[in-house]
């Protein structure tokens, strides 16, 4: 399979990125830290030589950034069986993109709804394809604000991640009903509490406390990538979409993220914050 990948520099995605190459399906990943991209070259060097592994510089809270990637793959003429929208960050201080819009917001849903988006529009998922969300059961307790749809107004950090990953759940269930008839599948993943370095962008007592408790309860990486490559590649669960899985069964999310009005609100809410970006 040809597998598109976000986030596959640390934590579950380059957990799931190992898995999936050396099951023998060929990757192509974002990054935009040359460093990490330059351990990851020479780590798995014998796939990167063998071209199973190719990478695109895309910063996902940027559609700039996007835009380029899409190009990138235009001229390379690929498509897919997959794509894995994995990466994910989580901000304790509010920060901003060059839309002006709240960074979580934009790396968690805008980057991610308008990549896939771009990928469906350009054609590049195989008939047959899947697409899958990485969200998160923090989604459980999240309602969004439609007056305030990027949470900058919020002073919650958890407010702000919580209600990111309710997108990711909506987005997955509106997606699903767009792309059922070209035969697409598209299915939301919660990993698990993961030992992962996320919440690590700057430092502090928070990022502190987090580290510590994903150190002590936090499942590994690899633990939590199962179900994503579970979804990507068996083909039981191909047949499903619009679903939520936790270790690989289907799971109920919150009420929230069942419902279609804001499923579809949503959507059309962020097809408007992108029209004003490019108009
Ligand atoms: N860890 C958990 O307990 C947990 C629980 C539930 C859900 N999740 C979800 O799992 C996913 C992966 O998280 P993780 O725990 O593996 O975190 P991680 O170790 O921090 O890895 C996140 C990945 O996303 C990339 N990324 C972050 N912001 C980006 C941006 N603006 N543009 C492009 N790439 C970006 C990172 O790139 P860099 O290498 O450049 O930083 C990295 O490759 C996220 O969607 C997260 O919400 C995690």
């Known amino acids: 399979m040809k597998i598109f990948l976000t986030g596959g520099t640390d934590g579950i995605g380059l957990s799931a ?50 835009d380029k990637t899409i190009a990138a793959i235009k001229k390379l003429n690929i498509k897919f069986d997959c794509l894995i929208n994995n990466a994910g960050a989580i901000l304790f201080k509010k920060s901003f993109n060059s839309m002006g819009i709240e960074k979580v917001f934009a790396t968690n849903h805008l980057g991610p709804f308008y990549l896939t988006n771009s990928f469906l529009k350009e054609n590049f998922i195989n008939r047959g394809g899947r697409i899958i969300n990485v969200g998160s059961s923090a989604h459980q307790s999240a309602v969004l604000d439609f007056n305030n749809l990027d949470s900058s107004n919020s002073r919650s950090w958890y407010e702000r991640y919580s209600r990111s990953k309710l997108c990711n759940l909506l987005f997955t269930l509106e997606l699903s009903k767009k792309t059922s008839n070209e035969n697409i599948q598209v299915n939301c993943v919660h990993p698990g509490i993961v030992n992962t370095n996320i919440a690590q962008e700057h430092k502090g007592i928070l990022q502190f406390i987090i580290k510590l408790v994903l150190n002590f309860k936090g499942i590994s990486p690899a633990e939590g990538a199962d179900t994503l490559v579970y979804l990507a590649t068996n083909d039981t669960a191909g047949n499903l979409s619009g679903k939520y899985f936790i270790k ?22 962020s097809i408007k914050i992108l029209d004003r970006f490019f108009s």
């Open 17 to 66: 990125l190992k898995t999936l190459l050396t099951s023998g399906h060929q990757l192509y990943v974002t990054y935009r830290n040359s460093k990490k991209l330059e351990k990851i070259k020479s780590s798995l060097r014998v796939f990167y030589e063998n071209k199973k592994l190719s990478f695109f510089e895309c910063d996902l809270a940027e559609p700039e950034d996007i």
């Open 248 to 269: 690989r069964k289907q799971a109920v999310p919150s009420k929230e993220a069942l419902k279609h009005d804001v499923a579809v609100r949503l959507w059309q809410e």
